[in-house]
T-cell receptor
């Protein structure tokens, strides 16, 4: 069985602060994909990143960066210099590579509030 | 390229009725997945269709069903609605036969009274 845990239910920061969203996952598969999605108040899930389990390189995209550590089964997401527009619910998700099709197992999400 | 579209965006139904939701994937995408999002259960996978065949199914009762047409558009149906079916129903499309990035539509907000 696969499981994704996002222990932080809600985080509040002041604009320009850095913030890290934690994600821990469980799977018996050796190959899998990890995802992060952003859900603004409008409800649509916005794709942010997909990472293959074989690729442990950290990735940076603008103010966003991701730290994947297979040894600790974690895939954390950092927003540098947060902005009010970053306020949303962020979901971490896991997908099997074989035999599972396109089935995402989501964490419970972290509500990020960025205030002025 | 147009994104994933879902219709209707909002729906109010009465307990016991049935409902059909529609999803049009991104042009060229052949995989369509459906998810239910509720405050209590979070985001849960319903089923996935690829080339008109159900490829994967989540743990939902038989009242939840779906289908996919030859143009990859998909519908999901919920019969004998219950209050607990009130949720945001999200559709996601993905290209190719293997695992891919899933792009979500805006969702259909279903309220059952």
């Amino acid at each position: 069985a696969q499981k994704v845990t996002q222990a932080q239910t809600e985080i509040s920061v002041v604009e320009k602060e850095d913030v890290t969203l934690d994600c821990v996952y469980e799977t018996r598969d050796t190959t899998y994909y990890l995802f992060w999605y952003k859900q603004p108040p409008s409800g649509e899930l916005v794709f942010l990143i997909r990472r293959n389990s074989f690729d442990e390189q950290n990735e940076i995209s603008g103010r966003y960066s991701w730290n994947f550590q297979k040894s600790t089964s974690s895939f954390n997401f950092t927003i540098t210099a947060s902005q009010v527009v970053d306020s949303a619910v962020y979901f971490c998700a896991l997908m099997r590579v074989t035999g599972g099709g396109n089935k995402l197992t989501f964490g419970t999400g972290t509500q990020l509030k960025v205030e002025l | 390229k147009a994104g994933v579209t879902q219709t209707p965006r909002y729906l109010i139904k009465t307990r016991g009725q049935q409902v059909t939701l529609s999803c049009s994937p991104i042009s060229g995408h052949r995989s369509v997945s459906w998810y239910q999002q509720t405050p209590g259960q979070g985001l849960q996978f319903l089923f996935e269709y690829f080339s008109e065949t159900q490829r994967n199914k989540g743990n939902f009762p038989g009242r939840f069903s779906g289908r996919q047409f030859s143009n990859s558009r998909s519908e999901m149906n919920v019969s004998t609605l219950e209050l607990g079916d009130s949720a945001l129903y999200l559709c996601a499309s993905s290209g190719g036969q293997g695992v891919g990035e899933q792009y979500f539509g805006p969702g259909t907000r279903l309220t059952v009274t």
